[in-house]
């Protein structure tokens, strides 16, 4: 079983920071790739980052140069740092995980989610 838990949603205002972070367990698991979606109600959820562990990254357009993705694989733990906040980044953020899962001599590939936390930004 994958647990991802997340931390650090609230209330900021417009151009403010806020960091929020997933931390990830399970045993006989590998965290291939952790990433942030965010979703606003009666929209699609959609990307807001990524990163493997080798630590490469993506970004929605939306994001760049204001959000900051990270992880410490040691810790199973993945980080958004997002800057310059706008009401616009308003929306529940989710925790995502893929990777791969062993027991005994198979192994399959899994794709899991956090509860989620609200970042709210007003204006």
């Known amino acids: 079983q994958v647990q991802l838990v997340e931390s650090g949603g609230g209330l900021v205002q417009a151009g403010g920071s806020l960091r929020i972070s997933c931390v990830a367990s399970?045993?006989?698991?590998?965290?291939?790739?952790m990433a942030w979606h965010r979703q606003v109600p009666g929209e699609q959820r959609e990307l807001v980052a990524s990163i493997t562990t080798e630590g490469s990254t993506t970004y929605a357009d939306s994001v760049k140069g204001r959000f900051t993705i990270s992880r410490e694989n040691v810790k199973n733990t993945v980080y958004l740092q997002m800057n310059s906040l706008k009401p616009e980044d308003t929306a529940v953020y989710y925790c995502n995980a893929r990777g791969t899962v062993t027991s005994g001599m198979l192994t399959g590939h899994y794709n899991s989610w956090g509860q989620g936390t609200q970042v709210t930004v007003s204006s």
């Open positions: 399970g045993s006989s698991l590998t965290f291939k790739t």
